[in-house]
């Protein structure tokens, strides 16, 4: 289960016998067993997060109890099988993504190499279309004519135990990252396909701990941290400390407090852990720089939703949060931080789910005047936005050479790039606080590679595989840092926070991550600053 | 294995078509009865399946950002990657469905030593695929001359563009080429392409197998095998079909029954395949939807009534926290029990 060594590893990528490498399995796919074994699968969730889950009003999970992926026996409960076949038809009728993204794939292969998971394992079902093709294959079987009638000749086969653990074991190699999305001609969407298949296995009772533990917390303490209220409050408030001892100015900040203009929520882990540390003491510098009436939240004090990651019913339950507290507290809007798949969830998600928010108002920017027309309904900005608009309109001073320590690449993270286009507004920002350049152009933009640990797959017991599936964009720091001495790779994201972290302690340990709005803390000139010099910008140790 | 399936499917049509038409009294059960059953089949079919598709909602806004979205004014604005108004969804759709526009943007990687992993532009797939849907489309529009009396001028024109290297007699059609080196084309990608050919199903193959034969038995019959072929005959039954008084006049050599069985089969088999792409590519969510789900509020027909874990809840569990640490509170502590 240790995770293998650096050349062991670089290696076997490139000659392990593997499709990406070159060798062409002689069985069909579906004569190919899974097999579990320790370092290959994140482990199950435990009971009692189940249990909890299961009595929340609104959830089901049901078949909570103790299971390993690697007994032969996974405990399924009674007619498991009826339960996933009526649950798919279910589904069929709800989404017609997933009905589309079934019938109309011609395997043209467009996707196949597109994946981080394939280049990383070369395993030959983490081809997206092959992700797919375990469920349509349950599909054609059970719901198209010529799956009935000519059976396995069609691609067709019966919904059996083997079937499900291989569900179970791609459905976790997966990040619903899109980016096959972006290069298939019918833009047919895995994430939505291993959204299904991950609510599919919920139903029969089988998950994975690093998602549902978060989710639950999230619900309950309202972080996935399981932060309760005066822990968070100390753990900000340790960070103003920082601020104030490295600058000379003290953040004024509150709590759930009722009038304030702003409610500002960002991923619980930016007042956890570093680097995301660094992130958060950048929003409470700018936020005091410009004299912002904000307030955070106990209650609402999670930007995540490993609800995504779950099943949609999870997903709005713990969303729901957000208008809550704005509507309890009476703020105007609400500004989100730096997070990739809490934007997806806010700009695709919310104001469906939890909308409308008649209560809140448009934003606009105290200090600018701007209006954020495209939140005009969710009343939801993203924290790129609001700061490349007080940029735009000179509200802040900067001395880039306060980040002279820097040069910068920028990683858009899966969600802000693909399912929000947020893609400049971070790279605006840079140009004016850090000397940066861009990763070579098939791992940027909409083509950007993922931190290879997303979706709730930032878990210690399946780090090889991480390391594997985070090689694509490993690579492309790596290729920056030997051509233009890139130290820092920034990007608008916690969990990129926490998993680039790991990912270039291994590929590439000369290189760290930061979030933009660190940067831009470390470049900004506050008024009535007292500041030595900070040779590392926020991270200087005093 | 799968190929070979595919190529003894279609053989075995060829024979039952060639055999079945020369039996006196069949030629009507070719060349009627069975145009107009696999007609039916695919409008019926395809208007099945375009349905079927529609009576699912689309939930959520899920469309795919390939470039940056609508945001501040100084942010410029991609508006065929993210398109925020309905014309440019149908900007974005029409370049999708006409130039393939996504397949346009494939790259293929190699792994080499270091590890390093290069990515470098592959438009083989469009091109072949290019290649081998214009050539069909035009084939079909070519074939209205069959259909339509008088013959609309266009269909002159084109055929004249068609043919316009003058090469043989009659002159060769370079669609006709086109479809033949298009099913070749993807057909051998199938079997070389590593990826693909793991993925590939006899679905896959079947299809093009199918084409390919179509397009043969077209040119064999057009260049080369002449005999009882008349095309006023042809027209006739063809005129015939879409007036709805078919006949048939004299015999008609067994070339055009496959011909015409093999598309019917490919008619009837449409609805039930992978074939349907072409109707899918219209309704695909993460294409035709406006980027502008912050903007104006997306409706989920079957939105489930579900609460957040309340407030009042969470401050019930963590209200003396709360109070010690200064967090404002809606309800103040209970007076302890023990004050009297």
């Known amino acids: 289960m240790a995770v293998p060594k650096l050349e062991q590893l670089s290696k076997s990528v490139v000659q392990?016998?593997?499709?990406?490498?070159?060798?062409?399995?002689?069985?069909?796919?579906?004569?190919?067993?899974?097999?579990?074994?320790?370092?290959?699968?994140?482990?199950?969730?435990?009971?009692?997060?189940?249990?909890?889950?299961?009595?929340?009003?609104?959830?089901?999970?049901?078949?909570?109890?103790?299971?390993?992926?690697?007994?032969?026996?996974?405990?399924?409960?009674?007619?498991?099988?009826?339960?996933?076949?009526?649950?798919?038809?279910?589904?069929?009728?709800?989404?017609?993504?997933?009905?589309?993204?079934?019938?109309?794939?011609?395997?043209?292969?467009?996707?196949?190499?597109?994946?981080?998971?394939?280049?990383?394992?070369?395993?030959?079902?983490?081809?997206?279309?092959?992700?797919?093709?375990?469920?349509?294959?349950?599909?054609?079987?059970?719901?198209?004519?010529?799956?009935?009638?000519?059976?396995?000749?069609?691609?067709?086969?019966?919904?059996?135990?083997?079937?499900?653990?291989?569900?179970?074991?791609?459905?976790?190699?997966?990040?619903?990252?899109?980016?096959?999305?972006?290069?298939?001609?019918?833009?047919?969407?895995?994430?939505?396909?291993?959204?299904?298949?991950?609510?599919?296995?919920?139903?029969?009772?089988?998950?994975?701990?690093?998602?549902?533990?978060?989710?639950?917390?999230?619900?309950?303490?309202?972080?996935?941290?399981?932060?309760?209220?005066?822990?968070?409050?100390?753990?900000?408030?340790?960070?103003?400390?920082?601020?104030?001892?490295?600058?000379?100015?003290?953040?004024?900040?509150?709590?759930?407090?009722?009038?304030?203009?702003?409610?500002?929520?960002?991923?619980?882990?930016?007042?956890?852990?570093?680097?995301?540390?660094?992130?958060?003491?950048?929003?409470?510098?700018?936020?005091?720089?410009?004299?912002?009436?904000?307030?955070?939240?106990?209650?609402?004090?999670?930007?995540?939703?490993?609800?995504?990651?779950?099943?949609?019913?999870?997903?709005?339950?713990?969303?729901?949060?957000?208008?809550?507290?704005?509507?309890?507290?009476?703020?105007?809007?609400?500004?989100?931080?730096?997070?990739?798949?809490?934007?997806?969830?806010?700009?695709?998600?919310?104001?469906?789910?939890?909308?409308?928010?008649?209560?809140?108002?448009?934003?606009?920017?105290?200090?600018?005047?701007?209006?954020?027309?495209?939140?005009?309904?969710?009343?939801?900005?993203?924290?790129?936005?609001?700061?490349?608009?007080?940029?735009?309109?000179?509200?802040?001073?900067?001395?880039?050479?306060?980040?002279?320590?820097?040069?910068?690449?920028?990683?858009?993270?899966?969600?802000?790039?693909?399912?929000?286009?947020?893609?400049?507004?971070?790279?605006?920002?840079?140009?004016?606080?850090?000397?940066?350049?861009?990763?070579?152009?098939?791992?940027?933009?909409?083509?950007?590679?993922?931190?290879?640990?997303?979706?709730?797959?930032?878990?210690?017991?399946?780090?090889?595989?991480?390391?594997?599936?985070?090689?694509?964009?490993?690579?492309?720091?790596?290729?920056?840092?030997?051509?233009?001495?890139?130290?820092?790779?920034?990007?608008?994201?916690?969990?990129?926070?926490?998993?680039?972290?790991?990912?270039?302690?291994?590929?590439?340990?000369?290189?760290?991550?930061?979030?933009?709005?660190?940067?831009?803390?470390?470049?900004?000139?506050?008024?009535?600053?007292?500041?030595?010099?900070?040779?590392?910008?926020?991270?200087?140790?005093? | 294995m799968k190929y070979a399936f595919s190529f003894l499917a279609v053989i075995a049509l060829v024979l039952i078509a060639g055999l079945g038409s020369q039996i006196p009294g069949m030629p009507y059960l070719f060349g009627v009865a069975l145009p107009y059953l696999a007609i039916m089949i695919f409008l019926g079919g395809s208007v099945y399946r375009v349905v079927q598709w529609a009576k699912s909602p689309v939930p959520f806004p899920i469309q795919t950002t390939c470039g940056q979205g609508k945001s501040l004014d100084f942010i410029k604005h991609n508006k065929l990657e993210a398109p925020d108004t309905t014309a440019e969804v149908v900007a974005r759709m029409f370049l999708e469905v006409v130039t393939f526009r996504s397949l346009f943007r494939n790259t293929k990687s190699e792994i080499y030593d270091g590890p390093q992993i290069t990515y470098e532009s592959s438009k083989w797939l469009w091109l072949f695929a290019l290649i081998f849907h214009y050539s069909f489309l035009l084939i079909v529009v070519r074939h209205m001359r069959l259909f339509l009396d008088p013959i609309p001028a266009w269909i002159g024109w084109l055929e004249y563009g068609d043919g316009l290297f003058q090469v043989g007699a009659p002159t060769w059609y370079m669609t006709d080429i086109g479809l033949l080196l298009g099913c070749v084309l993807l057909f051998s990608r199938r079997l070389i392409t590593r990826h693909v050919r793991f993925i590939s199903l006899m679905n896959d193959y079947f299809p093009l197998v199918l084409i390919f034969t179509i397009a043969l038995t077209g040119i064999l019959m057009r260049y080369f095998l002449r005999t009882d072929i008349d095309i006023v005959n042809i027209k006739q039954l063809a005129v015939g079909l879409v007036t709805f008084s078919p006949t048939i006049g004299v015999k008609i050599g067994a070339i055009f029954y496959i011909h015409l069985f093999l598309v019917c089969a490919l008619l009837a088999y449409f609805p039930f395949s992978k074939l349907m792409h072409f109707a899918g590519v219209f309704l695909s969510p993460t294409r035709n939807l406006k980027n502008n789900s912050r903007a104006k509020r997306h409706i989920n027909p079957w939105n489930p009534e579900i609460k957040p874990h309340s407030y009042a809840g969470y401050e019930d569990e963590f209200r003396e926290f709360m109070v010690d640490a200064g967090i404002p509170v809606e309800k103040e502590l209970a007076p302890a029990k023990d004050a009297e």
Request: with cysteine; glycine share 8%.
């Open chain 1, 16 to 542: 392990g016998p593997s499709l990406a490498t070159g060798a062409i399995p002689t069985m069909d796919w579906m004569d190919i067993p899974v097999v579990f074994k320790p370092g290959n699968y994140a482990y199950p969730a435990k009971a009692d997060k189940v249990a909890y889950l299961n009595s929340q009003p609104g959830l089901y999970f049901p078949n909570s109890r103790e299971w390993s992926p690697e007994d032969e026996d996974w405990k399924l409960p009674e007619g498991w099988k009826e339960i996933i076949l009526k649950g798919l038809k279910e589904r069929l009728d709800k989404f017609r993504s997933l009905k589309i993204f079934m019938d109309c794939c011609v395997r043209c292969g467009a996707c196949a190499d597109k994946c981080h998971f394939f280049l990383g394992t070369g395993d030959p079902k983490n081809m997206p279309v092959m992700r797919a093709e375990l469920l349509r294959s349950v599909y054609r079987n059970d719901f198209t004519l010529a799956g009935r009638i000519l059976g396995k000749m069609a691609g067709a086969r019966e919904m059996t135990a083997s079937v499900l653990k291989e569900w179970f074991m791609y459905s976790y190699q997966c990040t619903e990252c899109r980016r096959c999305s972006v290069f298939c001609p019918y833009g047919i969407d895995t994430a939505e396909v291993t959204m299904m298949l991950r609510e599919l296995l919920h139903l029969v009772g089988v998950g994975i701990n690093w998602i549902l533990e978060p989710a639950s917390n999230s619900n309950r303490t309202g972080n996935h941290m399981g932060l309760q209220p005066h822990t968070f409050k100390d753990n900000v408030e340790f960070l103003v400390d920082d601020v104030e001892s490295l600058t000379g100015v003290r953040p004024n900040i509150s709590f759930n407090r009722k009038g304030a203009e702003i409610l500002f929520i960002t991923p619980s882990a930016d007042v956890f852990a570093e680097p995301g540390l660094y992130t958060a003491m950048g929003y409470l510098a700018l936020f005091e720089e410009i004299g912002l009436d904000y307030t955070w939240s106990t209650y609402a004090s999670e930007g995540g939703n490993f609800g995504l990651f779950t099943n949609n019913e999870t997903m709005k339950k713990l969303n729901a949060k957000m208008y809550a507290e704005a509507k309890r507290l009476g703020v105007k809007y609400i500004i989100g931080g730096e997070c990739g798949h809490m934007w997806r969830v806010l700009h695709q998600y919310m104001d469906t789910m939890n909308g409308p928010a008649d209560f809140l108002e448009k934003p606009v920017s105290p200090i600018t005047g701007t209006v954020f027309e495209n939140a005009a309904s969710t009343k939801m900005v993203h924290i790129s936005e609001f700061t490349a608009d007080l940029i735009k309109h000179g509200k802040l001073k900067f001395d880039k050479s306060r980040n002279s320590h820097v040069k910068a690449t920028y990683h858009d993270s899966c969600n802000t790039a693909r399912a929000m286009g947020l893609m400049d507004e971070p790279r605006y920002i840079l140009d004016h606080v850090v000397d940066w350049v861009e990763m070579p152009e098939n791992t940027i933009r909409e083509q950007t590679f993922c931190c290879g640990s997303g979706t709730g797959l930032n878990t210690d017991e399946i780090m090889e595989l991480r390391m594997r599936s985070g090689l694509p964009r490993a690579n492309a720091v790596k290729y920056v840092h030997e051509k233009h001495d890139v130290n820092m790779l920034s990007c608008v994201c916690a969990i990129d926070r926490a998993t680039l972290t790991s990912l270039m302690n291994y590929w590439n340990p000369e290189v760290g991550v930061c979030g933009v709005t660190e940067l831009v803390a470390n470049a900004l000139v506050l008024k009535n600053e007292n500041r030595g010099e900070l040779d590392e910008g926020l991270r200087t140790l005093l």
